[in-house]
């Protein structure tokens, strides 16, 4: 376990001057700055939709700035939340399915493409993971105990999650599932007070809605069902298929864009991924047939992982009223550690020990070779025409260079390392304003009369002063 948060680490926290950085990380940033200037917020960073989210990602990094400005830092907290989830996940699975599965699942949660995508991203579904792994272990614990007061946590770190990111909503089929399926044996008043306390910590968003006729919220489910077409459920497909990207390394051209890799690193990754969504699969299957066989009276493995099952499958349905177009990757973060945990019990129940530590290797060996040869393709290319786009070492040294010069940039994240602010200040003359033209979205040249500078793909026009 020592040598799996090691490289979850080394992965993580590597060359993170690569990181991608674009306007949600400046924005967040920014808002950060202000809370600590005294700028009480009720909503937080406005999602793709346009829907404000709660606020406590943004006094999350208004913490991070306070401690160290700088995004560098604030990004290296994702990767210590997800160091935490992982050791969180090997402890709560450990005495619930044994070592080896424990250490199968924190292996794949640790060298996972996509585990370590959004392990090293400064955004607010990052820290989903490790919300979720929390969730878990008190929705085991009320499977185990009789009116535990753990309940609480179940309400409490639902609406935490949900905080976090709207997306999480989901969550609510298996969070439902588990409490009417142990009704008779919960302490509903400890349930209750963790309701109140987590909605009680979602009122100033609430009364922010409320106040505005609930216009976000709206705003939120019409992207679910979608702004470009497509028939409501599929969605739920949509949820499916990033289901299986995320347990693996498929649907990479999402990060990478129009260009991809093809050395045998991309393909052995690929193909560990493959064996992944196997056990996956090997792993849902297992689990149904026992609770079927055992339906009159499962027995308290059965029930955990029933609820596993329940927990992938619910949060797919939760999507049926959306089009596949209101659906992206970053909504199934919450399926970590259940997905990973799933496969490794499915491992666990094709294979031995032994085959089973040979098999988990060979996997994670797999994975960190296709990461290690997708950061050196960003290294390459200084970033990717997918999402991912321009890294933040580029950001950088352009606002190095217009910072030397006292100028502004006409480019909101190098804007906001060069003065603090998302724009150039009102009034400023166009002489002292640098253009940027970013070549990784558009091929065609910067018109400039000045004189021409690259950073990177990043094409900058400084003026002749």
């Known amino acids: 376990m020592v040598v799996v948060l090691a490289i979850a680490a080394w992965l993580r926290l590597r060359h993170l001057s690569l990181a991608e950085y674009d306007d949600d990380q400046a924005i967040a940033l920014r808002i950060g700055h202000d809370i600590l200037q005294g700028n009480i917020r009720t909503v937080g960073l406005a999602s793709s939709s346009g829907a404000s989210n709660p606020p406590l990602y943004v006094y999350m990094v208004a913490v991070f700035v306070a401690i160290h400005d700088g995004l560098l830092f604030a990004t290296a907290t994702v990767a210590v939340a997800s160091l935490v989830a992982i050791v969180l996940a090997y402890v709560l699975v450990r005495p619930r399915f044994g070592g080896v599965v424990a250490l199968t699942t924190a292996a794949l949660f640790a060298t996972a493409p996509w585990a370590v995508l959004y392990g090293r991203h400064l955004w607010q579904q990052d820290y989903l993971p490790l919300v979720a792994t929390g969730l878990l272990w008190s929705a085991f614990v009320v499977l185990e105990r009789e009116r535990t007061r753990v309940v609480a946590l179940v309400p409490l770190l639902f609406v935490v999650a949900v905080q976090l990111n709207l997306s999480a909503i989901a969550l609510v089929v298996p969070v439902v599932a588990l409490l009417a399926y142990r009704a008779r044996r919960i302490d509903w008043r400890a349930a209750g007070v963790g309701a109140a ?146 496969a490794a019990l499915g491992l666990s129940d094709l294979a031995g020990r032994r085959v089973a530590f040979v098999a988990v290797t060979a996997i994670a060996a797999g994975f960190v070779a296709f990461t290690l040869s997708f950061q050196s393709f960003v290294a390459r290319h200084d970033g990717t025409t997918g999402v991912y786009d321009v890294t933040y070492e580029q950001s950088a040294a352009l606002a190095a260079a217009v910072r030397a010069r006292g100028l502004h940039v006409g480019y909101g994240r190098a804007e906001y390392l060069v003065s603090g602010h998302l724009n150039v200040p009102d009034g400023t003359p166009s002489r002292d304003i640098v253009q940027v033209h970013d070549r990784l979205r558009d091929q065609s040249p910067l018109p400039c009369s000045g004189r021409r500078r690259w950073f990177g793909p990043l094409e900058a026009c400084f003026p002749r002063t």
């Open 197 to 342: 306390v987590g909605v009680l910590s979602l009122a100033p968003w609430l009364a922010h809605v409320a106040k505005h006729g609930f216009h976000d919220v709206g705003l939120f489910f019409a992207n679910g069902r979608g702004h470009h077409g497509g028939t409501a459920g599929g969605g739920a497909v949509q949820a499916v298929l990033e289901t299986v990207h995320l347990v693996s390394a498929e649907g990479w051209g999402y990060v990478t864009g129009s260009e991809h890799q093809a050395d045998w690193a991309w393909v052995l990754g690929r193909v560990a991924g493959i064996g992944v969504l196997a056990l996956f699969a090997v792993g849902i299957a297992v689990s149904v047939r026992r609770a079927v066989a055992e339906r009159r009276a499962p027995s308290l493995d059965t029930q955990r992982r029933a609820l596993l099952v329940v927990w992938i499958v619910g949060i797919c349905l939760a999507y049926v009223p959306s089009t596949r177009g209101g659906v992206g990757p970053h909504y199934l973060l919450v399926d970590y550690p259940v997905s990973f945990l799933l």
